[in-house]
């Protein structure tokens, strides 16, 4: 690690411009500043850059620092502008400026539809609204969900169709915890949705395609033919497509949770190793062109192209991408015999490619993969030193483990913030599927070459769906294993930066031989070990209620500490992707288990009371009493479909809160939330507002 030394700085200028352009982006997301702002601010920071250009040689010297803090300012403000550009909600033609239900629209489909358990999906963009008056050209996207019927088989990528039916907006669940997907959906220009029946759209004459996207999709179309004809068993298939191209659709869910749980799901998402293993092949095919002075210059440009063929396959994922860049560096590097510092290398990779979307910086995949290679980098000489073999081919696997330990430094955070969860045989699994996954794909691709040959085409296939079965099935046996995930974790963003500051630090301690990186990991490591004690004194004091949002069903949580009482559809139990969906991130948000009964709460019916609140939950007709003393009712939960009036219902109870579960019909709420705006009764919606949270 010496090797970096004192200069590292100098040697990776581009990280120095890189870590204020993404805080500019951060900056832009979180408060939405005007883009005058930005244009105004790089406006001064170049004029005073070409001032200091002009100023003597010792003035120059002596205000260097106030330079660098104006071109730290001008790469800011330059993220953030990208950022404003880049959010679709700012261009004059988006869509949802002019959007009215019962407008006319005409979309493209970006993809092929691909078919789901109730319906067709496919993305696709917008090109024009119409009205009585006018056709308006617009720009978005949007989700198309068709119904399953031979409708569908007129369209394909490139097919343009015309419907009326109202466009929905995407919204969250708004259930605590629960993941932001109208924010996943809007980095992806997509803010809107549909379900379509063959009736409600007509296919335009023509399509609209790319020929850059179609060659792509028809490739990908071949190498799909080929794998499902050869490989026998349908997970062996859907795992060797995910392998090779990153294709998904086929996958096994519950064998994709395996290997989540294990600590192996990245041998699923194509990333740094799979670039790493195809830049090894193309390497070795093209060494013969570098002895060759007149051809030589084919080489680079030939690994490249095969690079980026393969990147583009793939699906051009931030971690492909990244791992693109970074290949392609390498080579420009080695053609032009220079060496380049890999952060560097990294950190121009990452502003190529927070340039063209601004909004990868919020990918898991982009954030893991840029964690893993630099932890990989900086830890794996450290840890690989804890041993030493004098057995060549023992210390070859300590070192492939070295690098696996290594790799998780930095991941760890990120992973546990966004999945909540650690494998702790992470190493075992490692050890035998990253192995197995190269040869697979190695395998694979030898396939594709000689598919013309059947008979040879067919025993590769059938050695590669037994290793890819051999591969399954350790994964699943180890994930049988009692200890083998440490689940239900949480850590807020907070917390996340700290660690990584701490391991930051340690980073420098190691990389500078420096005490003082270690005192400041050291320092950072103590604020987590506060804030992280801070919150489970919070965790066990909090009393909470809890009205979940989960379409069609009764979800309520009792909330008394580290425990939970439900109260809902007894069917939700047994569900296990709407609870995992809908329920579980907020039981992991606020640290609670199951119990059976929580002090201080006593329930007689539809009647609760919990620390002194008076809650009473309504599903089915009552009748209307009018006592001489109104008693309170601090909390009235409406659920499925009862027949109730609120104005007599405001005549036997004094209510100070009403509640619409996620169960109640829609048309329903709209007449009583009118009776209740009209008596002044505060009035929650989950459907529309998201989960109803009552703090005690």
């Not at 330079?67 to 790469?75: E, K, Q, V």
């Not at 740094?272 to 570098?290: A, D, S, V």
């Not at 004194?537 to 009393?543: A, G, R, S, Y």
Request: charged share 15%; glycine share 6%; hydrophobic share 45%.
């Amino acid at each position: 690690m010496a090797g970096y030394g004192s200069n590292f700085w100098k040697r990776t200028p581009f990280l120095k411009i890189l870590l204020p352009f993404i805080a500019g982006i951060v900056l832009q997301w979180q408060f939405q500043f005007d883009q005058k702002l930005w244009w105004i601010i790089i406006g001064v920071c170049l004029l005073s850059i070409f001032i200091f250009l002009f100023l003597p040689f010792f003035n120059r010297y002596r205000l260097g620092i106030l330079n660098g803090i104006f071109i730290s300012l001008a790469f800011l403000a330059t993220g953030a502008l990208l950022a404003w550009q880049k959010d679709l909600r700012n261009n004059e033609q988006w869509l949802g400026n002019y959007y009215q239900p019962g407008n006319v629209l005409i979309a493209t489909l970006d993809e092929p539809p691909v078919e789901k358990t109730k319906s067709y999906k496919a993305n696709a963009s917008v090109h024009y609204i119409a009205n009585e008056k006018q056709k308006i050209p617009v720009t978005g996207k949007i989700i198309l969900y068709l119904k399953k019927d031979s409708s569908v088989s007129q369209l394909s990528y490139g097919s343009t169709i015309l419907f009326k039916r109202p466009l929905q907006e995407i919204k969250n669940s708004g259930n605590p915890g629960g993941f932001d997907y109208k924010r996943y959906c809007l980095f992806k220009e997509i803010t809107h949705q549909v379900y379509l029946k063959s009736e409600e759209f007509e296919v335009l004459p023509g399509k609209q395609e790319k020929w850059l996207t179609k060659f792509l999709i028809d490739t990908r179309k071949e190498v799909l033919t080929i794998l499902r004809e050869n490989i026998p068993g349908k997970r062996e298939t859907a795992l060797a497509e995910a392998l090779l191209i990153g294709y998904k659709d086929d996958l096994d869910q519950a064998l994709v949770q395996s290997y989540t749980n294990t600590g192996v799901v990245h041998i699923i998402a194509i990333s740094g190793l799979h670039l790493g293993l195809i830049y090894w092949l193309l390497t070795m095919i093209f060494k013969p062109l570098k002895r060759k002075k007149k051809i030589r210059w084919l080489n680079p440009l030939l690994i490249i192209t095969g690079l980026w063929l393969f990147a583009l396959l793939a699906g051009a994922q931030p971690s492909v991408l990244r791992s693109a860049l970074m290949f392609t560096a390498i080579v420009l590097g080695e053609s032009f015999d220079r060496k380049t510092s890999v952060f560097n290398t990294m950190a121009v990779s990452a502003f190529i490619l927070l340039c063209i979307n601004p909004y990868m910086l919020w990918d898991v995949g982009f954030q893991l993969s840029y964690a893993a290679v630099s932890s990989i980098i900086i830890f794996m000489r450290p840890v690989y030193n804890w041993f030493y073999f004098k057995n060549k081919i023992v210390d070859f696997f300590w070192k492939l483990n070295a690098v696996t330990i290594a790799a998780q430094v930095l991941t760890v955070p990120l992973s546990i913030y966004h999945f909540h969860q650690f494998p702790t045989l992470f190493i075992l699994t490692n050890f035998v599927a990253v192995p197995l996954a190269s040869c697979v794909l190695i395998g694979e691709v030898f396939l594709c070459v000689i598919s013309f040959i059947p008979a040879l085409a067919a025993i590769t296939g059938k050695a590669l769906g037994s290793m890819i079965w051999l591969m399954n099935s350790y994964i699943e046996k180890i994930e049988l294993i009692s200890f083998s995930l440490w689940d239900r974790l949480q850590i807020n963003i907070v917390q996340t930066l700290l660690l990584l500051l701490f391991a930051a630090g340690i980073a420098y301690w190691l990389m500078e031989k420096a005490r003082q990186g270690l005192r400041w990991g050291i320092f950072f490591l103590f604020l987590f070990i506060v804030l992280r004690s801070y919150s489970f004194i919070t965790t066990n004091n909090q009393k909470k209620i809890i009205v979940y949002n989960v379409p069609q069903k009764r979800a309520i949580d009792f909330v008394n500490g580290k425990s939970y009482f439900f109260a809902g559809d007894t069917d939700l139990l047994a569900n296990d992707f709407a609870r995992n969906f809908h329920l579980k991130p907020s039981r992991i948000l606020f640290r609670t288990t199951s119990t059976d009964s929580i002090s201080s709460l006593t329930r007689s019916e539809s009647y609760f009371q919990y620390y002194g609140k008076h809650i009473l939950l309504i599903d089915s007709t009552i009748r209307y009493r009018t006592p001489e003393i109104k008693p309170q009712v601090d909390l009235l939960i409406i659920s499925k479909n009862p027949r109730l009036y609120m104005n007599q219902l405001s005549q036997s109870m004094n209510i100070k809160q009403v509640v619409f579960d996620g169960s109640v019909p829609s048309w329903k709420t709209t007449y009583w939330k009118k009776d209740c705006d009209s008596l002044k009764i505060p009035w929650h919606d989950v459907t529309t507002q998201g989960a109803f949270v009552m703090n005690l």
